[in-house]
């Protein structure tokens, strides 16, 4: 199996008072994901399926990527995925998915860089990660989905993916 882990795109700044469930993606935003995208169709990712937290930017980040891949159904929200989340919280939320070969998940931090952590090493402070807005790591599990079973084949930022891209 291997697991992508991706940060949503830039997003816009909340309003005072506004709803942060709701911010979407910038106009740029939108464009540089489609590029990374197109940069994950470069290394020749496949997928059978995207999950994406609740949260608009993370959706539309997720949907961005489906369409630029092609050939995936629409992506699932994973209520687990939902900003705030601990690492713990998605991992076992993830065992449901095992099955799958090739998954993504689109939500936040520091919940990413936290549950890649725990995937790598069993813990999620053990490995001091920053995903920054459109990165994505790959992880490889040769025994199964399983906190310290992970092994990293890629971690690449939304500038380094969309150079691939070109």
Not at 76 to 85: H, I, P, Q
Not at 87 to 108: K, W
Not at 143 to 152: H, M, P, S, T, Y
Request: aromatic content about 2%; overall charge positive.
């Amino acid at each position: 199996m291997t697991l992508y882990i991706m940060r949503h795109g830039t997003a816009e700044d909340v309003s005072p008072g506004g709803d942060d469930a709701a911010r979407r993606l910038t106009p740029s935003g939108r464009e540089k994901i489609r590029q990374a995208a197109c940069g994950m169709r470069a290394l020749k990712i496949g997928l059978n399926l995207i999950l994406t937290s609740p949260l608009a930017r993370a959706a539309e980040t997720a949907e961005i990527v489906a369409q630029t891949l092609g050939g995936l159904p629409a992506p699932e929200v994973l209520e687990a995925l939902a900003a705030g989340s601990t690492p713990a919280e998605i991992a076992a939320a993830l065992r449901h998915f095992r099955d799958r070969h090739d998954l993504m998940v689109v939500g936040h931090e520091p919940s990413l860089s936290q549950l890649a952590s725990l995937l790598l090493t069993g813990s999620p402070e053990a490995m001091k990660i920053r995903l920054k807005q459109g990165g994505c790591i790959a992880l490889d599990f040769p025994e199964g989905l399983a906190r310290g079973g992970a092994q990293l084949r890629w971690m690449l930022t939304q500038r380094h993916l969309r150079r691939l891209a070109r």
